[in-house]
């Protein structure tokens, strides 16, 4: 599917070459209130998994097994559809699903009656990067079907606008369409009067933390796509340092849905993967088929306590406390003073990972508890690890 559109990429090395856009600072007022994405968006969505197989039966599977398996009751509520459910424009313009989603409404009134959220999928471009029919110059028009719909999420991914910000030539004009064009989907949204998380998709360029939320946006992918291989994951997990700023109750950086569960990777790499984005306040959307997971997988999905930091309502992200070689120390507030602290041994032998609380802020000996063992370890001051070859401790201090 990615072959048939070059923009991020292209778009990327641009803004790189000339030392990224010139922007206004970031945005005093978040356009959209925080109530929709208080903390993290939690939920699924069909790209990582399904890709272009997706269709009406294989989303109502995942709502039943949503609940089923009991995501539901750990915290997971949307059930998003992504690229490929686009049929045509009718004459007058309104957009309709295509075969594989015979009736969106039934669908989205199907996956509501359990207690779940439904969310679509769009581009600010004439096409979306799978080549099908995007929102352009029909915005209001898309927004009041979503409404009309019962959509609660719209994930609107950049795609082909990328070859006409590319056309300008000149990285203050390309910014100009892109904030023009998120800004627009985002006024359609709130005329409908129906609230939708707006998960913004562009790859990460022209930093776009710094101004997501002045456009409206409630989350913004920071990266390209995640794959589901050890090495792509820790890339962009760990290249997320020194973001944790940007993020709040409301607007949140997206370093893109999980793998866990889909089969490139060990058991204790996806509980690292979980870790990770738990400690970076990341939206939490499983990626892989809930019909048919492995204990596993559902223990790693559901653990509570890593949804707890996750979910914290501080709402602040985690950052890199130090890092020597392939071992790294990240640490994240929570709300009445504690922290959330991850051990990670990228290497692949086990090895002993030792952070000072001291380090931390942490003055007096703070309650310490291994999550992952669900074993508390007594009031400490600091404490060794000894972390397994790709691996994690994960402790909560306070
Ligand atoms: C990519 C996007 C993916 C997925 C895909 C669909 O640009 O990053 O997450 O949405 O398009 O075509």
Known sequence: ????????????????????????????????????????????????????????????????????????????????IDDTWEGTRDAAGVIHSN????????????????????????SPGPKTCAGYEGSEGHEAQ??????????????????SLGDRMKATGSLDKAQDIELVAYRKMDAAISATGRPMVYSLCQYGVAQVWRWGGSVGGN?????????????????????????????????????????VGNGGMSPIEYRTHMSLWALLAAP??????????????????????????????????????????????????????????????????PSYVEVSYADLGLKAPVKTRDVWAAKDLGKLTSYRALVVGHGVVVLRLG
């Open 1 to 80: 599917m990615h072959s048939v559109w070059r923009g991020p990429r292209a778009l990327a090395s641009l803004a790189v070459a000339a030392g990224l856009f010139s922007l206004a600072g970031p945005s005093a007022a978040a356009a959209a209130p925080p109530s929709v994405a208080a903390t993290p968006p939690m939920g699924w969505n069909s790209w990582n998994h399904f890709a272009a197989k997706i269709d009406d039966a294989t989303v109502r599977a995942q709502a039943d097994a949503m609940v089923s398996s009991g995501m539901r009751d750990a915290g997971y509520r949307y059930i998003n």
């Open 99 to 122: 075969a594989k989603f015979p009736d969106m409404k039934a669908l989205a009134d199907y996956v509501h009656a359990k207690g779940l959220k439904l969310g679509i999928y769009s």
């Open 142 to 159: 898309d927004a009041k079907t979503y409404a009309d719909w019962g959509i609660d999420y719209l994930k609107y991914d950049l795609c």
């Open 219 to 259: 989350l913004w992918r920071t990266t390209g796509d995640i794959t589901d291989r050890f090495s792509r994951m820790t890339q962009i997990g760990f290249g997320q340092a020194g973001l944790a700023k940007y993020a709040k109750p409301g607007q949140w950086n997206d370093p893109d849905m999980l793998e």
């Open 284 to 349: 939490l959307l499983a990626g892989n088929d809930l019909s048919k997971m492995t204990p596993d997988t559902l223990a790693i999905l559901t653990n509570r306590e890593v949804i707890a930091i996750d979910q914290d309502k501080a709402g602040r992200q985690g950052d890199r406390v130090h890092a020597e070689g392939p071992l790294e120390v990240w640490a994240k507030p929570l709300a009445g003073g504690g922290k959330a602290v991850g051990l990670f041994n990228l290497s692949d032998q």
